[in-house]
């Protein structure tokens, strides 16, 4: 059973920098695509950034372009989110999740077969 484990969330102010990470472990890491996504009280978890098997490809939400960067470390099992000039607009619960069709980087959130349990994000303006 693959286990998510999300980490680096916190209070910044506008401006500011996070690196979020996610440890996998359970399977073999460097089968999986990964994915992140984030939900606010009331409104669905919305895509924000994927990456596929060896990090070769990767895709983001409009939202976040130029400003997020996804990577894996496959040696580590690990994948990171660093976000750069935080927003408010960016407060939410981050989850990381698993894709086992490693060579797909998906924006859907039903494509995806492991969650992890979430990690706050809140922005101060």
């Known amino acids: 059973q693959v286990q998510l484990v999300e980490s680096g969330g916190g209070l910044v102010r506008a401006g500011d920098s996070l690196r979020l990470s996610c440890a996998f472990s359970?399977?073999?890491?460097?089968?999986?695509?990964m994915g992140w996504f984030r939900q606010d009280p009331g409104k669905a978890r919305a895509f924000v950034a994927a990456?596929?098997?060896?990090?070769?490809?990767?895709d983001y939400a409009d939202s976040v372009k130029g400003r997020f960067a996804i990577s894996r470390d496959n040696a580590k099992n690990t994948v990171y989110l660093q976000m750069n000039s935080l927003e408010p607009e960016d407060t939410a619960v981050y989850y990381c999740?698993?894709?086992?069709?490693?060579?797909?980087?998906?924006?859907?959130?039903?494509?995806?077969?492991?969650w992890g349990q979430g990690t706050q994000v809140t922005v101060s303006s």
């Open positions: 999740a698993a894709d086992s069709v490693g060579r797909r980087i998906s924006t859907l959130r039903w494509l995806y077969d492991y």
């Open positions: 359970g399977r073999t890491f460097s089968s999986y695509a």
């Open positions: 990456i596929n098997w060896n990090g070769g490809s990767t």
